[in-house]
């Protein structure tokens, strides 16, 4: 698996591009949650670092960034309501395919949905205790994952948690095979352009400033984290 070796920021996944079959695109989303609950590490991340920044006594908040078809936000609720803690979350995504999948899905209490960028709510002021995004990191241009770091050290009072995909020729082959039962959508075509497009550890330690942690997770996964001053 030489292609490994590097990254490769030029492969293009089917779902980004504008004349994606809505079909197959709706089938997708659909699926996420399976995928995310199987491979993204999330429930471990959710008890390590983000449980520890809410309460059961104070509201909190969380900003969800690049939501796609909202599975993640949706799960941080249900997780929030089990565990009797006061969250409001905001899930945002500025594609209109997108967004229009989150909100025709059953509304959960606590839980909104909104189709924007994370510099809008920056200039809007906003601020919160938890900023999180899902497999993301490695879509973006080095100007927009700079972009996106930026926002969200001013986005929030507490701590911030990316987790994305690290590329390794063993999450390669297990994704592979994992997928072959899922033909009917996106997902196994365009994780595995997702695993070719994605950052070792040491490269987004290379890419990311200073102040910013990088943690490799099993399987095949990094959490990028950056904790507010006061937090």
Request: proline share 6%.
């Amino acid at each position: 698996m030489q292609f490994l070796t590097h990254r490769d920021p030029h492969a293009v996944e089917e779902m980004d591009k504008p004349d994606c079959d809505p079909v197959l695109l709706d089938r997708t989303y659909a699926q996420f949650g399976l995928i995310n609950a199987t491979v993204a590490g999330w429930r471990r991340t959710w008890a390590q670092q983000i449980r520890p920044q809410l309460s059961t006594s104070r509201p909190s908040t969380l900003l969800d960034i690049g939501s796609g078809g909202g599975d993640m936000p949706r799960a941080f609720a249900r997780w929030a309501a089990r565990d009797g803690l006061q969250l409001s979350i905001l899930a945002i995504d500025p594609d209109e395919r997108a967004h229009a999948f989150a909100i025709a899905q059953p509304p959960l209490p606590g839980l909104r949905f909104r189709r924007a960028f994370s510099a809008e709510l920056v200039a809007e002021g906003e601020r919160f205790d938890v900023v999180t995004s899902n497999h993301l990191l490695h879509h973006l241009t080095p100007e927009q994952l700079a972009g996106l770091l930026a926002d969200s050290e001013r986005l929030t009072r507490g701590i911030a948690v990316h987790n994305d995909i690290e590329r390794s020729r063993l999450g390669y082959l297990l994704f592979s095979m994992g997928t072959l039962p899922l033909r009917r959508s996106l997902i196994r075509r365009d994780g595995l352009t997702s695993i070719r497009r994605s950052y070792t550890a040491a490269e987004l330690t290379a890419v990311v400033p200073a102040h910013w942690t990088v943690r490799g997770r099993f399987p095949s996964h990094n959490l990028l984290i950056h904790r507010a001053s006061n937090a």
